[in-house]
């Protein structure tokens, strides 16, 4: 198969597991950091902060989006990253699953049920340096494409789906009466 990003040994992913500011709510939004800057992936590579900006301004330019992926396959998105920018902390991605597709309400389904909960980049270095005790530091990285992936490579985060407004309630009173409850007991 030809890969639509052109050769595909070019193609580099970053696996990231969802963490608690990445999360599932009102059916198919999804939300938090695709990538974190100055975290070291399985792979030994650290991402610089700025290293999406210019790839970000030029797919903005052009008036083309990051694509939302299942698993890194291009021949099947799933959804639409309706925000995707850089902040402190990292990659931001907010967007929806596109439930119409097939492969959307499944990868819907495993998220909610918590049988997947990572994301990953597609993209190609534009510029980076060998880092102190192995791996590189990314300078300027082509984002091509945000997935959802069974392995992400940071495994120290995870994912949270969001409950809705009458769950936090129910949850939020049940705590008050436990503490309460304690209370009463001591």
């Known amino acids: 198969m030809i890969s639509p990003f052109g050769n595909p040994s070019s193609l580099e992913t970053k696996f990231r597991q969802f963490d ?3 999360s ?3 059916g198919a939004l999804i939300a938090g950091y695709a990538s974190l800057f ?6 030994g590579d650290t991402v610089s902060e700025g290293a999406y900006g210019a790839s970000l301004t030029r797919l903005k330019s052009a008036g083309r989006r990051v694509k939302m ?20 902390k990292g990659l931001f991605v907010k967007g929806r699953l596109l439930l119409e597709v097939q492969a959307a309400r499944e990868a819907h389904a495993l998220l909610k049920a918590g049988a997947i909960d990572g994301l990953s980049i597609g993209y190609r270095t534009v510029r980076s340096e060998k880092s102190a005790g ?5 300078h300027e990285i082509e984002l091509w494409e945000v997935s959802l992936v069974t392995f992400p490579m940071l495994p120290e985060a995870r994912v949270q789906a ?11 009173a049940l705590a008050e009466s ?8 001591a």
Do not use: C, N, Y
Not at 69 to 88: F, T, Y
Not at 134 to 138: E, K, W
Not at 178 to 185: H, K, P, T
């Open 162 to 172: 969001e409950t809705s407004q009458e769950e936090d309630d129910l949850a939020q």
């Open 38 to 43: 100055g975290a070291r992936d399985e792979g």
């Open 69 to 88: 992926l299942w698993q890194h396959d291009p021949s099947q998105p799933i959804g639409i990253w309706d925000e995707v920018r850089e902040d402190g």
């Open 24 to 26: 599932l709510k009102d």
């Open 178 to 185: 436990f503490r309460e409850a304690r209370a009463m007991l």
């Open 134 to 138: 192995g791996g590189r530091t990314l």
């Open 20 to 22: 608690s500011e990445l």
